[in-house]
């Protein structure tokens, strides 16, 4: 029975949001953008400013997706960067055949991932590991920049 209880309150603690930062963080926004070509798809970025890289954030939980985080430092800014794909503008090599062969190598549709947090537009989770316990960080008020519109690919292809 005893054992029964603690596994129990270790699942529920397991993804326990932690009240201070890991690091301090800039102003995070998230920016959408769409490629000037057909096929060439969209999605959109969220990229969470650091001024501290002693702690290494993982992945990232936002408007229902889940994307890994990818550090950049550019030299004048310290940042994490999660790149989210929409369905809008993606290439689509659909295989209609009647051999089922054929068809198999079309692309399987990808399954949204769990969300085990409740969270607004604005907000999202960051994770990170402390030791071997990962550790789970709630961040609001994430502005929306302006889309990136990317140009079209040149004529004649140049």
Same mark, same amino acid.
């Given at each position: 029975?005893? *054992?029964?209880?603690? =596994?129990?309150?270790?699942?529920?603690?397991?993804?326990? *949001?932690?009240?201070?930062?890991?690091?301090? *963080?800039?102003?995070?926004?998230?920016?959408?953008?769409?490629?000037?070509?057909?096929?060439?798809?969209?999605g959109f970025n969220v990229?969470?400013?650091?001024?501290?890289? =002693?702690?290494?954030?993982?992945?990232?939980?936002?408007?229902?997706q889940k994307a890994g985080? %990818?550090?950049?430092?550019?030299?004048?800014?310290?940042?994490?960067?999660?790149?989210?794909?929409?369905?809008?503008?993606?290439?689509?090599?659909?295989?209609?055949?009647?051999?089922?062969?054929?068809?198999?190598?079309?692309? *399987?549709?990808?399954?949204?991932?769990?969300?085990?947090?409740?969270?607004?537009?604005? %907000?999202?989770?960051?994770?990170?590991?402390?030791?071997?316990?990962?550790?789970?960080?709630?961040?609001?008020?994430?502005?929306? %920049?302006?889309?990136?519109?990317?140009?079209?690919?040149?004529?004649?292809?140049?």
């Amino acid at each position: 029975m005893f *054992l029964l209880v603690a =596994s129990f309150s270790q699942c529920s603690t397991a993804q326990k *949001l932690q009240k201070n930062p890991p690091v301090e *963080l800039g102003q995070v926004y998230a920016q959408n953008w769409v490629a000037g070509i057909k096929g060439g798809g969209s999605g959109f970025n969220v990229f969470i400013p650091v001024k501290d890289t =002693s702690v290494v954030l993982d992945s990232i939980f936002f408007r229902g997706q889940k994307a890994g985080l %990818e550090f950049n430092d550019s030299g004048d800014q310290t940042f994490y960067v999660g790149r989210f794909q929409s369905d809008f503008n993606q290439k689509e090599d659909l295989i209609l055949s009647s051999d089922m062969k054929e068809e198999s190598k079309n692309k *399987l549709p990808t399954l949204k991932d769990e969300m085990p947090f409740e969270f607004h537009d604005d %907000e999202c989770v960051i994770t990170y590991r402390e030791g071997d316990q990962t550790l789970y960080y709630k961040i609001s008020n994430i502005k929306m %920049e302006q889309p990136l519109h990317y140009p079209s690919a040149p004529p004649n292809g140049q």
